[in-house]
């Protein structure tokens, strides 16, 4: 992102798809760039994915959106192929985890 006439790299952990030329709104609170923060005006074309693939074989679910972007999530099973066989977290692309109960 260029801001006064110097690029900066901003990292947006919003959980969306974002691409190089994109618009977005920098807040600056106080004068403060330690406080500063993005805001993105998410297309609503590129914030559902077209198509969602799951691979049973490899536990993965992976989000396909237009122009061929994609977001794969890793899935961890416990007691794979038993009747005892649960889905306990689902790990998102960016290395966060979220515990599942009853899958």
Do not use: C, W
């Not at 790299?9 to 106080?30: C, M, Y």
């Not at 692309?93 to 009853?102: A, D, F, I, R």
Request: aromatic share 8%.
């Amino acid at each position: 992102m260029k801001f006064n006439l110097i690029e900066r790299d901003f990292i947006i952990n919003d959980g969306q798809i974002h691409s190089i030329g994109e618009r977005v709104k920098v807040h600056i609170p106080n004068n403060d760039p330690m406080n500063k923060y993005v805001e993105t005006n998410v297309d609503s074309s590129r914030a559902l994915p077209v198509t969602i693939v799951y691979d049973n074989e490899n536990d993965t679910i992976t989000e396909i959106y237009n122009g061929n972007l994609q977001r794969k999530f890793t899935l961890t099973v416990e007691n794979k192929g038993t009747e005892n066989e649960e889905v306990t977290q689902m790990i998102f692309p960016n290395g966060s985890v979220m515990e599942l109960k009853g899958f």
